[in-house]
């Protein structure tokens, strides 16, 4: 009896330290964002600013049009999830329980294009989307995202997982494929739907190279475009960046709160580390 | 009940994908709509007897990497320009930073849809000539009626006008440039009885006066490449050969060079920047008490500072009477896929950029030097400098300054230069043997 709480208190005692660990960086960032210039790099450290400077975040929503690129970011995050669980189900359904001609060639195929390094593709997409016309539209900040290798190999091995005895009683019962995929499949993979969304909103989210190359306008900007404002070959505004950089992480922190037992138990039910 | 909620996730969806293509039809009319205005203003023109032969209206997209305040000025000088000229529309576009711009260059370039104006790095001007992006310059500067006269030429700074030619033929002019400062606290210096220092020995009986109690006398930026390469050109030596593509700094001199400043660090009298990123911050917090950095960095150093220390700039320290400073920064190219229309359109309005008024103003705004003599003599800017003499320290050393070698590839020369010296400083090579593997290395990503 004693052990055991000696040995729980040390847990607790090693989890403290890294929730610790791990909060640092947020501390550290709110810290900084309430700073005049001068405490942001002082040494030692200023943890507490000596005034607090909450203009840094009226000062830093000046330097650019964050409400508008909230927006833009809201609608291309959404869109672009929702398209890729579309896609992704379906075609990791395909992938696992339909049987054509040249299926696992075309699986492999799709695998390998998981070799090429985006920076390499940059271009030729680029060149595609002019060819469409899409140069500048919400169409190529989007549509090239609504499918990923990725998310359909991690739900094709989640669907091989589910037995298949359960197609054949779905059939007997005179249910389609599509049915079963909707009404059965679908549901059972949630861990693994959720794990490929939220991966999908956080990558969507963060998306700063792309959003700059396909677009002109301001119109259609993203957030972390006007986080790239901050800095200047000269120097950094970190006081400003960290009051911008709150204020965009925001949202992602609260959908973690919300979605915190998914979160958990996706990754650890698909062994898929963050 | 389940098909609805079937039917209302697909709906979502739709919904979502038509608000998206919405949004896009909103920007297309947005478009319409100022090309409807531009026909207004073409309308006008042509009533008021348009002074330009052209009665089209011409739009010029402007691709730079200008955020914040800067941006902020470049559209002000847009407006006026936009307002002063009936049928151009010029429109600035950020395009990220330097390395952004350049990739969307690149990508643009294949895509056949590059804007008619660039900023540009001076460096990447001989990767786009390579290529065949941008167009030269020449038949605009010389026409009689468009161009510039030679007073008008001659107006520009000579150094700024070197680093944008080749062999004589422009294929860029100077926009948003700066030079290396040396930067100084003048309390500290007050407080010890020294006078601002001139040259290197001053700088290194300073440092040595001052070092101790938690203070560092000297200090160079993590990019301190420019000032071996200062030092170097001080001494006589060549850092690349651009006529032969050659690295050649693993000389004598360059040893030297390289020697005086880890000497310096060596003995405890100067540090660089360290994990501090820009030297602006130990510098602003009084740890530093002098340091070479870039022109551009005023208003960091100023922010730095503020409350915490009395500061000042000067221009470098001469080497046995040697002045010798690198200019860097950015110019504005023009890129052969637009019409002539559009090319004489964006020519107006580099002229207007680079007219002694607009250069002086966005000096005062930017920090960055302005690009004609004359820009110094208006007299806002006689009182700008009065008022601001840091800013006095770039303009004054016009005569010593020189500029990086524009070579293809000079990005990943530096990267070379700054890694082996890294070596060197932590003692793993010797300074001949690190400048040594330095050239050989950079010549062969130059001969390449």
């Known amino acids: 009896m004693v052990r055991s709480a000696l040995s729980r208190t040390t847990v607790y005692i090693l989890l403290s330290l890294g929730a610790v660990l791990m909060l640092l960086p947020f501390v550290w960032m709110i810290s900084t964002s309430l700073k005049a210039p001068n405490e942001v790099m002082a040494m030692p450290p200023v943890w507490v600013p000596t005034e607090w400077k909450f203009e840094n975040f009226t000062e830093a929503m000046k330097v650019a049009p964050f409400d508008r690129y909230f927006i833009n970011s809201v609608i291309v995050t959404l869109v672009s999830t929702i398209g890729e669980l579309l896609t992704t189900i379906l075609a990791a359904y395909a992938f696992s329980r339909l049987n054509f001609y040249g299926r696992d060639i075309v699986f492999a195929i799709l695998l390998g294009t998981m070799m090429v390094p985006s920076e390499v593709l940059l271009i030729p997409n680029f060149v595609t989307l002019s060819n469409l016309g899409w140069v500048d539209t919400y169409s190529a900040l989007i549509v090239p995202w609504t499918a990923s290798v990725f998310a359909i190999f991690l739900l094709r091995q989640y669907f091989l997982g589910i037995p298949k005895e359960l197609s054949f009683a779905a059939k007997v019962d005179g249910c389609s494929e599509f049915k079963f995929l909707w009404y059965v499949m679908a549901p059972l993979a949630k861990p693994a739907l959720i794990t490929v969304a939220l991966l999908k909103v956080i990558n969507s989210w963060n998306a700063f190279l792309w959003p700059i190359i396909v677009t002109n306008s301001q119109e259609l900007r993203t957030l972390p475009v006007g986080l790239s404002a901050f800095t200047t070959e000269a120097g950094i505004k970190y006081e400003l960046l960290m009051a911008a950089s709150s204020m965009v992480i925001f949202p992602m922190l609260i959908l973690f709160f919300i979605m915190q037992k998914y979160i958990v138990a996706g990754v650890a039910r698909t062994g898929l580390k963050g | ?448």
């Open chain 2, 1 to 448: 009940m389940k098909k609805l909620s079937l039917l209302g996730i697909a709906g979502l969806f739709l919904v979502l994908l038509l608000a998206a293509c919405g949004g896009n039809e909103e920007t297309n009319e947005a478009q319409a709509n100022s090309e409807d205005t531009e026909q207004e203003n073409t309308e006008s023109a042509e009533e008021s007897a348009g002074e330009e032969a052209s009665s089209e209206p011409v739009e010029v997209e402007f691709w730079h990497a200008m955020s914040g305040p800067h941006e902020e000025a470049i559209k002000a000088f847009v407006e006026q320009f936009n307002n002063e000229h009936e049928n151009i529309t010029v429109k600035p576009v950020n395009q990220g930073s330097y390395d952004d711009l350049e990739q969307k260059i690149m990508a643009g370039a294949k895509a056949k849809l590059l804007p008619t104006l660039a900023q540009a790095v001076t460096n990447v001007v001989p990767e786009y000539i390579g290529n065949d992006f941008i167009t030269p310059l020449n038949e605009f500067i010389e026409d009689g009626e468009i161009g510039l006269s030679e007073e008008e030429l001659a107006d520009y700074v000579d150094v700024f006008k070197e680093s944008s030619s080749w062999d004589g033929t422009y294929y860029s002019l100077p926009f948003s440039k700066s030079t290396r400062i040396l930067f100084y606290n003048t309390g500290l210096l007050e407080e010890h009885g020294l006078e601002v220092p001139e040259t290197w020995e001053d700088i290194r009986t300073i440092a040595e006066t001052v070092t101790g109690d938690g203070v560092v006398g000297m200090g160079f930026e993590n990019s301190y490449e420019s000032e071996f390469q200062a030092l170097l050109k001080q001494l006589g030596g060549t850092y690349i050969d651009e006529a032969s593509n050659e690295a050649q700094f693993a000389s004598a001199e360059g040893i030297e060079a390289m020697t005086m400043i880890k000497d310096m660090i060596d003995e405890g009298i100067a540090r660089t920047a360290g994990e501090d990123d820009y030297m602006s911050n130990p510098f602003g917090r009084g740890d530093v008490a002098m340091y070479i950095g870039s022109s551009a960095g005023i208003p960091h150093v100023a922010s730095a500072a503020e409350g915490n220390i009395e500061w000042s700039a000067t221009t470098l320290p001469t080497l046995d009477g040697e002045a010798a400073t690198t200019f860097a920064g950015n110019d504005i190219v023009m890129f052969n896929q637009a019409e002539e229309a559009e090319q004489k359109a964006a020519w107006e309005f580099i002229k207007f950029l680079t007219s002694p008024e607009v250069t002086a103003e966005w000096s005062m705004k930017s920090g960055y030097l302005p690009v004609r003599y004359s820009a110094q003599e208006t007299p806002d800017y006689k009182t700008f400098v009065e008022e601001n003499p840091e800013y006095k320290a770039g303009t004054e050393q016009f005569d010593a300054g020189f500029f990086i070698a524009r070579v293809q590839g000079g990005d990943a020369v530096r990267n070379i230069v700054l890694e082996e010296t890294e070596l060197i400083l932590l003692g793993e090579k010797t300074v001949e043997e690190g400048l040594q593997s330095a050239q050989d290395r950079a010549n062969e990503t130059l001969q390449k």
